[in-house]
């Protein structure tokens, strides 16, 4: 079964960084565009940045220069290094995948819009 596993959230202050991985698992042949997602207290979700797998990634304007999207595509994983953190960037990120292709057995693929379980991020001022 294919899945995606956040890590690498927690609590900084404000002017620091935090790296959050995606590992996704199973049986894969193929993940076409990856990013990431976040839900702030609010409720508001918003979509922080993508990456397709070529390595072209875009930004939200409001992390543009300070969150930096990679992937490793023989991993099946997808990073987002984020520095200079705000009290307004808390929220619980999301990875997801656009569209992945696997190999398990009675599985229809391509698997759509699959997300993870979400990592908590908290920016104390």
């Known amino acids: 079964q294919v899945r995606l596993v956040e890590s690498g959230g927690g609590l900084v202050r404000a002017g620091g960084s935090l790296r959050l991985s995606c590992a996704a698992s199973g049986s894969i042949f193929k993940i076409n565009d990856m990013g990431w997602y976040r839900r702030t207290p609010g409720n508001q979700r918003e979509l922080v940045a993508t990456?397709?797998?070529?390595?072209?990634?875009r930004y939200v304007n409001s992390v543009e220069g300070r969150f930096t999207i990679s992937r490793d595509n023989a991993e099946n994983t997808v990073y987002l290094q984020m520095d200079s953190l705000k009290p307004e960037d808390t929220a619980v990120y999301y990875c997801y995948a656009d569209r992945i292709y696997g190999g398990d057995v009675g599985v229809h693929y391509p698997l759509v819009d699959v997300w993870g379980q979400g990592t908590l991020v908290t920016v104390s001022s």
């Open positions: 990456i397709t797998t070529g390595g072209f990634a």
